[in-house]
């Protein structure tokens, strides 16, 4: 079992910057991909960035490229994602999420967390 806390959600005013956070703890060394997914109202969850605890190899979704970073502290088994420049179509439910792989789709992770809400005002 794995488990996840995010936290570090808000309410931010366009081209401003959050940082979410994820703790692991449990049997972390059994899934090696971390993912940020977040989902809007009357949206599908989607992949926003991902990264692999072994080698640091990051993925990001195209509309966040530029602005987000994702990273991960192995001793700690945190991973983050600083958000830069953000702007209001970032509102969403953000989700932290362990895998096997680096993959869009969501049903390849099998741990989540609560999720955190990431609000930006215009």
């Known amino acids: 079992q794995v488990q996840l806390v995010e936290s570090g959600g808000g309410l931010v005013q366009a081209g401003g910057s959050l940082r979410l956070s994820c703790a692991a703890s449990?049997?972390?060394?059994?899934?090696?991909?971390m993912g940020w997914f977040r989902q809007a109202p009357g949206k599908e969850r989607e992949l926003t960035a991902a990264i692999t605890w072994s080698s640091g190899t990051t993925y990001y979704a195209d509309s966040v490229k530029g602005r987000f970073t994702i990273s991960r502290d192995n001793a700690k088994n945190t991973v983050y994602l600083q958000m830069n420049s953000l702007k209001p179509e970032d509102t969403a439910v953000y989700y932290c999420?362990?895998?096997?792989?680096?993959?869009?789709?969501?049903?390849?992770?099998?741990?989540w967390g609560q999720g955190t809400q990431v609000t930006v005002s215009s």
């Open positions: 999420a362990a895998g096997p792989s680096v993959s869009l789709r969501s049903h390849v992770y099998d741990y």
């Open positions: 449990g049997r972390t060394f059994s899934r090696n991909t």
